[in-house]
């Protein structure tokens, strides 16, 4: 099977950026857009998003445009993000009152009572299906539906890029970037890991972040969902950048470090134009690789894939995905690894009724019905898995009418200070003998759990050493020139 090398780029500077969004903004004042209820040329656009992609790609793309005027953003997947405003600190001097940010539910009343132009949908992990249904009643309002791809949205680094994406979100995108900035400082080299946003705070406070202790997230006041992906790049000794405005957060990490590695969010594809984009696909969602969106644009765009969990998956599921990636994208290499589950002490589990605790994401929006606390339980012998549901409360009943295939394990939900305190009662409230916690950061340290807990954590190993020699073969070449950006992508060789 052929290797597809470092990508060889034709690089963009400010000047050619804004060239580019003036002369995208100039084609789109047609004759459909000069309606006669619109007071000047502008495109109104609404941007339909869900605190992540959609901040990026107004900064990028509309932020300092004349050419456009976004109405409103709208808030989905996660909660409390409508009824909050994009702070003008961001929003530029074009929105000196910011931009209000609506619930996606109400995207076809304001097409229609603003005459909005474009709906832009601008967030991950949703299915074909569920796209081109927004699509249509986006087209039914009135608007046209668009989507911004890499070419209008990643920007560009001075130094070597490492990116970790997947097609769904729980592929494992987190436990392989640790694996990767372990390798790379073991050569030697600086690494900045930039992680796709979760602003889920103050926006104006967290333009800019930076991680490199525990302190830094509780001065942050860090939410769950954020600790759970900063604190193991932390606690291994790495420096986390993320926030809103990713051109300022590129520059700061570039300024630290020799690397930077994109450690992405759900199934998005980088914000940063990567020279090496690995991209992980999900055997116990052999399927889904190419049924969601834009996880599908990250398997034909992949160097590298990588199979994961091939240690609990059944063999046929992992066949079947290697045939169906090697048809898509017959020029990447396929790599195979595991994501062996460590229990604290697994003679706790044995014979008893258990309540599990999953990452939220991964059971939520990215759609699986068990992750490693589930099978972790299983192997070693549980009586029982406790349905969680009849003792939950506030923000968590939300969450169960929202993914109604949830019932034998409780999402690790935590988006605020309530959700957190919901989460707690809604354990100690449960009828169980054993808590058994799988997510990424330990609970116990956050909230107090009146039951006996044992911890289920998990790691990436690779079969074999080709990543790691195809990571290393790119810093080997980091003197290649990186003002070719944007051109044709590595060939096989």
């Not at 949205?153 to 970037?177: D, E």
């Amino acid at each position: 099977m052929g290797h597809a090398g470092p990508k060889d780029w034709t690089g963009r500077t400010k000047a050619m950026r804004s060239k580019s969004l003036a002369s995208r903004g100039g084609s789109h004042q047609s004759a459909n857009m000069a309606r006669e209820s619109q007071d000047d040329k502008t495109t109104k656009v609404l941007i339909m998003g869900a605190a992540g992609r959609d901040f990026h790609n107004f900064n990028i793309v509309f932020r300092d445009n004349p050419s456009y005027r976004v109405v409103a953003f709208t808030a989905a997947q996660i909660p409390h993000i409508a009824g909050r405003t994009y702070p003008p600190e961001l929003a530029g001097t074009l929105y000196p009152n910011g931009i209000q940010i609506v619930p996606e539910e109400e995207f076809e009343s304001i097409i229609k009572a603003q005459a909005v132009d474009q709906a832009v949908f601008a967030y991950s992990d949703v299915s074909h299906e569920e796209v081109m249904h927004k699509a249509s009643r986006a087209l039914a309002a009135g608007a046209d539906f668009r989507l911004l791809g890499p070419r209008s949205t990643m920007l560009c680094s001075i130094k070597p890029v490492v990116s970790i994406c997947a097609v769904r979100t729980g592929a494992g995108k987190s436990p392989v970037a640790r694996k990767i900035a372990g390798w790379l400082r073991s050569e030697g080299r600086r690494v900045a890991v930039i992680r796709h946003p979760m602003p889920y705070g103050d926006l104006a406070q967290q333009a800019v972040q930076r991680f490199s202790t525990i302190e830094d997230l509780q001065q942050a006041r860090c939410t769950v969902e954020e600790r759970e992906e900063y604190e193991p790049h932390i606690n291994q000794g790495d420096v986390v950048f993320a926030g809103v405005d990713y051109e300022r957060i590129i520059r700061l990490a570039e300024s630290e470090a020799d690397v930077i590695l994109w450690d992405g969010g759900n199934n998005d594809f980088p914000f940063v134009e990567p020279d090496l984009e690995i991209v992980l696909v999900d055997p116990h969602r052999a399927g889904h690789e190419q049924c969601y969106f834009p996880g599908e644009v990250n398997l034909l765009r992949a160097d590298v894939v990588v199979i994961t969990k091939v240690d609990t998956a059944h063999p046929e599921k992992v066949e079947a995905l290697r045939l169906a990636v090697n048809s898509a994208n017959p020029m990447a290499p396929i790599i195979e690894s595991t994501m062996p589950f460590m229990v604290e002490d697994a003679s706790v589990i044995q014979g008893k009724r258990v309540l599990v605790i999953e990452d939220g994401p991964t059971v939520t929006h990215g759609g699986m019905v068990y992750g490693a606390g589930i099978l972790a339980a299983k192997k070693y012998g549980a009586s029982a898995f406790v349905d969680p549901r009849p003792a939950v409360v506030g923000t968590l009943r939300d969450t169960f009418r929202d993914n109604p295939h949830l019932d034998c394990l409780l999402p690790a939900m935590g988006y605020g200070v309530g959700q957190l305190r919901d989460l707690e009662q809604t354990i100690n409230g449960v009828d169980c003998d054993v808590v058994v916690i799988a997510t990424p950061v330990d609970l116990r340290g956050l909230i107090n759990i009146r039951r006996p807990t044992v911890r289920v954590s998990y790691e990436f190993e690779e079969t074999g050493s080709r990543l790691r020699s195809t990571v290393m073969q790119l810093l080997a070449n980091e003197q290649h020139d990186r003002t070719h950006r944007f051109g044709t992508r590595g060939s096989a060789g």
